[in-house]
């Protein structure tokens, strides 16, 4: 083996171990498992990470593909790029500069399973050429599970209704599309009503919507309805009956009882003046029996 071949050799696995720890600079975090509805959207989560410092997203390129064919790819800033049945559907929905590479697939077939992983490109530029570092995590894809029925709605609310009191209920959807939130409606007109959005991580939302109403009488046995209506056009929904519970009414009970108690203490009192004055009449009259007694046994000894 002559020099020049020996020295091609060296510089080729120079460059080979000078690739990897550049490889090994570069990392991806990608949700393996994501479910998506069939014609609605799903958003993976993406992130990377680098050692080269801040970089702007002009110098970066963002690509996803099939991971068993780094040239199918379903998202590329050149849109002759992309597969066809993938067209129009994604787009990134993070900022490369800010290294997340977070992806959006719209109207989401049921053969768009994956797995599908993301690469980056640095654009360098030397001596007015420029050149394209490529990073690859094929280790780091993304599998969705495909769903061809929406999740219901979960309903949390209290067992009855008072009557004339606040009765809140609480409906709650889970989804994988935060850019297309579901929306949830009732079949009750009310203008109580909040709704919020929170992200539960690994890529799932949830979506809620507090409903606060006042119970009347022909409310009781009503059925109750929230529905959710998901991008796309899918929906489903979770129905109650609301039982209302009167508030008890005891008057009926009371007002004859204080009637009933207050008549028996003023008999009390009139039996009790009664008595007193009865006594008094007697004890007058023994006084007036003992004076004439009393006169007459002074006239007898006379």
């Known amino acids: ?10 510089c080729m696995l120079f460059a080979a171990i000078c690739s990897s720890v550049s490889s090994d600079e570069w990392k991806a975090t990608v949700v393996k498992s994501i479910d998506a509805l069939v014609t609605s959207c799903v958003v993976v989560p ?13 110098r970066l390129r963002g690509i996803w593909h099939e991971k068993d064919g780094t040239k199918r790819n379903i998202y590329h800033e050149d849109p002759t790029l992309i597969k066809d049945n993938f067209k129009d559907r994604t787009k990134l929905v993070g900022r490369l500069g800010q290294n997340n590479c977070t992806l959006e697939i719209t109207g989401v077939k049921d053969h768009d399973n994956g797995p599908f992983c993301f690469r980056v490109e640095l654009v360098r530029t030397e001596n007015n050429d420029p050149t394209k570092d490529k990073f690859f995590f094929v280790e780091d894809c993304v599998e969705l599970n495909m769903l ?8 949390i609310k209290p067992k009855t209704a008072t009557l004339g009191e606040p009765y809140t209920v ?8 935060p850019t297309h939130v579901p929306k949830l409606t009732w079949n009750l007109d009310s203008t109580n009503i909040i709704v919020h959005h929170k992200d539960i991580k690994q890529g799932n939302w949830e979506t809620q919507s507090i409903l606060t109403v006042i119970p009347e009488e022909k409310d009781d046995n009503r059925e109750i309805t929230c529905t959710a209506e998901f991008n796309g056009g899918l929906k489903s ?7 209302v519970k009167r508030i008890e009414n005891y008057n009926h009970i009371i007002i004859p009882a204080v009637v009933g108690i207050g008549t028996a203490l003023l008999f009390g009192i009139f039996c009790i003046f009664m008595a007193k004055k009865y006594k008094n009449h007697i004890a007058e009259l023994q006084n007036q029996e003992g004076t004439m007694w009393n006169r007459l046994s002074r006239l007898s000894r006379r």
Do not use: R, Y
Request: proline fraction near 7%.
């Open 237 to 243: 929904s979770e129905t109650f009956t609301l039982h």
């Open 1 to 10: 083996m002559d020099n020049e071949t020996k020295f091609m050799i060296t």
């Open 46 to 58: 993406c992130s990377f990470s680098h050692t080269g410092g801040n970089l702007p997203s002009s």
């Open 148 to 155: 061809t029925e929406p999740l219901k709605p979960a309903v």
């Open 170 to 177: 609480t409906c709650s959807v889970i989804h994988t599309c």
